[in-house]
Nanobody
C-alpha cells in the first residue's frame, strides 16, 4: 500500500525559507517519479516541481531559481527546499507519486493526472 506523508509546512515571512518533506512507503522510491503540487483557496491545483526516474527535475516558471526538488533514496524521502518565499507561494502543498519507471519528455511539470498517488498535504503560509 502506497503511503505519502508530507511534513515541514508552517508560517514564514516573505523572503524566508522552508523545507518540505514527503516520507514515502509501499513503492520503489528510487525508481518512481515524484512531484510536488500546491493549491491555494479558490485556485486550481498547480504543479510546482517534479523529478523523474532519471532524477531529471522540472519546475514551474513561478518557482524556478527559488525551489529545489530532491530525493533521498536511502530515506525514501522527497524534499522541496523553498527559498525566497513570496506571498503567492502560500498554499496547501501535496506530494505525489507515479509508480514505475518514467522519464519526462520535456522540462515541464507533468499534469496531476500523471501521478496516481497523493499525500494529505502540508500547509504553507507566507506573511508580509
Amino acid at each position: 500500500q502506497v503511503q505519502l506523508v508530507e511534513s515541514g509546512g508552517g508560517s514564514v515571512q516573505a523572503g524566508g525559507s522552508l523545507r518540505l518533506s514527503c516520507a514515502a512507503s509501499g513503492l520503489t522510491f528510487s525508481r518512481d517519479s515524484m512531484g510536488w503540487f500546491r493549491q491555494a483557496p479558490g485556485k486550481p491545483r498547480e504543479g510546482v516541481a517534479a523529478i523523474d526516474s532519471d532524477n531529471q527535475a522540472a519546475y514551474a516558471d513561478s518557482v524556478k531559481g527559488r525551489f529545489t526538488i530532491s530525493k533521498d533514496n536511502a530515506k525514501n524521502t522527497l524534499y522541496l527546499q523553498m527559498n525566497s518565499l513570496k506571498l503567492e507561494d502560500a498554499a496547501m502543498y501535496y506530494c505525489a507519486a507515479r509508480l514505475g519507471r518514467s522519464r519526462f519528455s520535456n522540462l515541464l511539470v507533468p499534469a496531476g493526472g500523471f501521478f496516481g498517488y497523493w499525500g494529505q498535504g502540508t500547509q504553507v503560509s507566507v506573511s508580509s
